[in-house]
């Protein structure tokens, strides 16, 4: 029998023709039950993200929520960008501060009533930090931030040192320490001991030689070698230098940021000081100091008296004591 004669008797036999439609049910019937479960879980997704966004326009229409907002409008900080001073040269820069409206408002809706010691709060930064200038000594922090840093220019005989240590110790301070590298070379045990310490090093040049008489390469090489010896006997790569005698000019800057250092100097030279009595020392800059200040001291028997008097005014007055790095930090001051 051909294949035409088969498919023909097929089409005109009536079981065949319910059997047929009877699979098609079937077929439609299992379609049918096996999408139910997408179509189910696509149906309580929808429904969660709509309730989820009606109880978020519920809350912001809420008088709590709304106090929240009014009280972030009035209070929030705004950062403050890095700039270039016409006399204190590079200012770093000074996170914000902003209440962060929908995390207090999560926590202050199980007690139904606005408390503002309640809300959480985060930073903001600045849209231009202090790397983003150029070359530009930085004479003091950004005045804005209560922390006050202390330095120490180190070229001498060191004699002070292991007192000058153990009254920071004492203190719980760190300090910056800008080493001279013929110094750092021929005290060794008392450069450890400074970095033993934890606390920052700087580069002071190679030996106390006034950068701007130097050619470029020259005034490189200083600057190189300095690190060399540091880094080698110490085992840290300093990020601060500060110049010999206190001169410098273009060329010394940009020598030192072509080597990844930030130039610094201080607001208060309290080095010019260190041969007077004590309480002279410790007078002088407590008249001086205001928030964001660099105090540069060179150690000498008088700063080691002075010190705990220092550090006390400065504390009393409200300020934190700190490192160069703490004082350029852009993070907000911790209670």
Known sequence: MSNDKKAGEKGGNPLYKRGFRFRVFIGLVMLIFSAFPLYKAFYQLHS????????????????????????????????INAREDSVWKAIPGYNGLQVNIKASYEKL???????????IYEETTPHIHLDDLQ????????????????????????DEIPQLLKILHQEGLLATFFLDGNWVKSHVNLALMISDENHEIGNFGMEQ????????????QQLKNANK??????????????????????QVLNVAYS?????????????????EMPSSIA??????????????????QSVIEALPTIIEDIQNKGYQLGTLSVLVDEGRVRA
Do not use: C
Not at 48 to 69: T, V
Not at 230 to 247: N, Y
């Open 209 to 220: 030689k006034n950068l701007t008489e130097l050619s470029h390469a020259q005034a490189t």
């Open 283 to 300: 007078r002088h800059i407590s008249t001086k100091v205001e928030a964001g200040s660099i105090i540069r001291l060179i150690p000498s």
């Open 48 to 79: 969660l993200l709509n309730d989820r966004g009606s109880q978020a326009m519920w809350a912001m229409d809420k008088p709590l929520y709304q106090n929240i907002k009014s009280y972030a409008t009035k209070h929030n900080v705004k950062p």
């Open 109 to 119: 809706k199980t007690d139904g009533h606005f408390n503002s010691q309640k809300l």
């Open 229 to 250: 010896m540091i880094e080698a006997l110490l085992d840290v790569k300093p990020r601060w230098f500060t110049p010999p005698l206190g001169d410098y000019d273009d």
């Open 135 to 158: 070359p530009a000594p930085l004479y003091k922090g950004n005045p804005e931030k209560s922390v006050v840093a202390l330095v120490f220019d180190v070229a001498g005989s060191g």
């Open 259 to 275: 080597l990844h250092m930030i130039s610094t100097l201080w607001t208060f030279d309290g080095g010019a000081l260190s041969r």
